[in-house]
């Protein structure tokens, strides 16, 4: 069996837009107002930048010692996941509006 590398998961944009997508989801389910849903999605996603963010960092600090520059990798990466989480709240804002 493969042994998952949860760090990995954690820091790619697709998790924290399942994990949106999923707690959206439920709340609306559960019958939770709109502006609780879309508090609860926000503190997900700052969340979600917050952890790629120091993961990337972290990998940043160990590379540096290998001679490696990838602090724009690192903006990008963070960059490209704050785009998505916009992106997929957007998405399920414009769902709510229809209904």
């Known amino acids: 069996m493969k042994k998952i590398n949860w760090l ?3 820091a790619d944009p697709k998790f924290w837009v399942a994990i949106i997508g999923v707690t959206i ?6 019958g939770v107002d709109e502006v609780t849903v879309e508090q609860v999605s926000a503190v997900i996603g700052a969340l979600g930048v917050a952890v790629a963010f120091i993961l990337g960092k972290s990998y940043e600090d160990g590379k540096r010692e290998e001679g490696v520059k990838i602090g724009e990798i690192v903006a990008d990466i963070t960059a490209d996941l704050t785009d998505k989480i916009v992106e997929e709240l957007s998405k399920n804002n414009k769902q709510d509006d229809q209904h």
């Open 8 to 10: 990995e998961k954690v």
């Open 25 to 30: 989801a439920l709340l609306v389910a559960f």
